[in-house]
């Protein structure tokens, strides 16, 4: 049973950061492909990046690429998502997701395992 947990959101102006952290339990992260998601109001739930098990990378939106990166931490069995230059389109429940196989999927319906998800607000 692999159980996820994301914290870090919050209410935050537009310019500032964030980071995000998905702790994993019930399996490594190394053993997991790991991505974040996020759904804003009245959007679907999209890719913000993804981590295959070699460290594979692949990133969602344009609009994120350059502030926001995600990383992982083996020892502390955690995901992370740095988000910089936040924006009021930033607005969303940011979702952590993993799944037993192992490269980089960029499609919701392609991970087993999900966080409750965090609510990360931008205000302008």
């Known amino acids: 049973q692999v159980v996820l947990e994301e914290s870090g959101g919050g209410l935050v102006q537009t310019g500032g950061s964030l980071r995000l952290a998905c702790a994993a339990s019930?399996?490594?992260?190394?053993?997991?492909?790991m991505a974040w998601f996020r759904q804003g109001p009245g959007k679907e739930r999209g890719l913000v990046a993804a981590?295959?098990?070699?460290?594979?990378?692949?990133t969602g939106a344009d609009s994120t690429e350059g502030r926001f990166t995600m990383t992982r931490d083996t020892v502390k069995n955690s995901v992370y998502l740095q988000m910089n230059s936040l924006e009021p389109d930033d607005t969303a429940v940011y979702y952590c997701?993993?799944?037993?196989?192992?490269?980089?999927?960029?499609?919701?319906?392609?991970?087993?395992?999900w966080g409750q998800g965090t609510q990360v607000t931008v205000s302008a």
């Open positions: 997701a993993g799944d037993q196989r192992a490269g980089p999927r960029i499609g919701a319906d392609q991970y087993d395992y």
């Open positions: 019930g399996r490594s992260v190394a053993a997991l492909a």
């Open positions: 981590l295959g098990k070699d460290g594979d990378m692949r």
